[in-house]
């Protein structure tokens, strides 16, 4: 069996905790405070640590992305092992769900219940109130509509623990003369100074493959009459295991390691949205009742965990999200749990992620993608993908679909439309009569060319003011 790492034998927990303190470092002065100091690790260090409370001594590697590497993934449909699936309708207790009240009631919370404790991990109880307020407002031209530009910070409460602060970073784009309250659509996205470092790296060719051709997305949400908004997780928590004593989940833990269910990024993320969501009920330029949100990759995981966990918003567009996103983890294609059970990306998950990797399988999991997407029913969700020739196949664009196949009884159940098929559609083929949407475009790792289909899509449940 491979393994990412072994630890040594003869370091119990005890020591690797005692280790651990050695090698944290302190972030401002607690002397007075009373304080603990802020701890600070190493993703590996970390994830080392992790391991010892799960009383784990390896992890099976996971597969390479690079398809001529001799560990590569599996990209061939006919070598994918044979799995089975949860049944989101089944309960704990062998009883079939038969009617809304017991999803609502019975199953949804124990489903729930399971990926807070072994897959993304729990929201801490009361935590630190967020207050807006606006840093710079300026009115522009997008094409040929006039928007107002609202710069935002959510400044998160630090007085329990003043060594950490968490300022979440927004922008609210809406048309200036709208009528009234707009639908806006939330992406969780880049900084501009991110995207803009990114740039000089492509040339225009590679480039267009990433964000498309034609009207930005942000044009045509405009051109409906809608607004758009940009929220930005890196500020809320960094994307980075040694970053998990800081930000929002830092400062939850007064800078202290996590402990096994605590939650990851994903979930922290996915809290940010909701913070955003209650701004836009602050603000009479946005109909809060009509939000919708948007992420590719990293952050398509975590708009569909947003949309599952945060009822308040109306629908969702999931680019590309791969492993811990819309793909099913027991589906042995591209990205597997054992390359998010690892030292680069276990911080989106809770720690107890980590014994699907070892010793158990992801064939034990509680949970798979299929019920996270059930847990947005009845709301409408566009699942989007690009062709596995030009994107790869490391997201699984077949698991994706899949995904959204296995959530169709829950949403049949609350008398909603399914996706209509469970046969894998042709490229370019929108699957958009339903209440659950897929459409594989024929680009790249992005949600450009999607974004006609999903705002034909949206448009049946999203209206701007006449």
Not at 214 to 236: C, E, M, N, R, T
Request: include cysteine; proline fraction near 7%.
């Amino acid at each position: 069996m491979s393994t990412t790492r072994r630890l040594p034998g003869s370091l119990l927990p005890a020591a690797a905790l005692a280790m651990t303190a050695m090698m944290a470092l302190v972030t401002g002065s607690a002397g007075a405070t009373g304080l603990s100091p802020r701890v600070t690790l190493t993703s590996e260090q970390d994830h080392e640590r992790t391991m010892q409370l799960l009383h784990i001594t390896e992890l099976r590697r996971g597969p390479d992305g690079d398809p001529t590497s001799p560990r590569a993934a599996n990209f061939d449909e006919s070598k994918v092992a044979p799995y089975s699936l949860p049944d989101p309708l089944l309960m704990k207790n062998g009883q079939r769900v038969t009617t809304s009240a017991q999803w609502w009631k019975q199953r949804r919370p124990e489903i729930i219940e399971d990926f807070d404790r072994e897959i993304y991990g729990r929201v801490p109880h009361n935590l630190p109130k967020v207050t807006w307020r606006g840093t710079r407002v300026t009115r522009e031209t997008d094409g040929a509509v006039p928007v107002l530009i609202k710069e935002l910070i959510g400044h998160v409460d630090n007085a329990s623990y003043p060594f950490i602060e968490v300022n979440i970073q927004l922008t609210l784009t809406v048309p200036a003369n709208a009528t009234g309250p707009v639908p806006v659509i939330m992406e969780l996205g880049l900084s501009p100074e991110t995207l803009a470092t990114l740039r000089k790296r492509f040339s225009d060719e590679q480039w267009a493959t990433f964000v498309g051709t034609g009207p930005s997305w942000q044009s045509q949400v405009l051109a409906k009459g809608w607004g758009y908004a940009v929220l930005i997780p890196a500020s809320i928590q960094a994307d980075s295991g040694d970053g998990l004593t800081s930000g929002i989940i830092g400062l939850a833990n007064k800078g202290q390691p996590r402990k096994l269910d605590d939650w990851g990024a994903l979930r922290a993320w996915a809290w940010g949205a909701s913070r955003a969501l209650d701004y836009f009920e602050t603000d009479k330029s946005v109909d809060a009742r009509q939000v919708g949100i948007e992420g590719l990759s990293r952050y398509g995981k975590a708009t569909l965990v947003a949309m599952a966990y945060e009822p308040r918003l109306t629908i969702a567009f999931v680019g590309s999200s791969g492993e811990g996103g819309a793909k099913l983890s027991r589906r042995t294609f591209g990205e597997q749990v054992e390359n998010v059970a690892s030292s680069a990306e276990y911080h989106w998950m809770a720690g107890n992620f980590l014994k699907y990797a070892g010793p158990l399988t992801p064939n034990d999991l509680p949970v798979d993608s299929h019920e996270l997407i059930a847990l947005c029913a009845p709301r409408p969700v566009f699942i989007s993908s690009g062709s596995q020739q030009v994107e790869g196949g490391w997201v699984d664009q077949r698991g994706m679909f899949l995904g959204a196949v296995g959530a169709a009884p829950v949403y049949r159940l609350l008398g909603k439309k399914d996706l209509g098929t469970d046969q894998f559609p042709p490229m370019e083929t929108a699957l958009i009569d339903g209440d659950i949407a897929f459409r594989q475009h024929s680009g790249g790792h992005t949600t450009g060319p999607n974004w006609p289909t999903f705002l034909t899509f949206a448009a049946r449940y999203m209206q701007g003011p006449t």
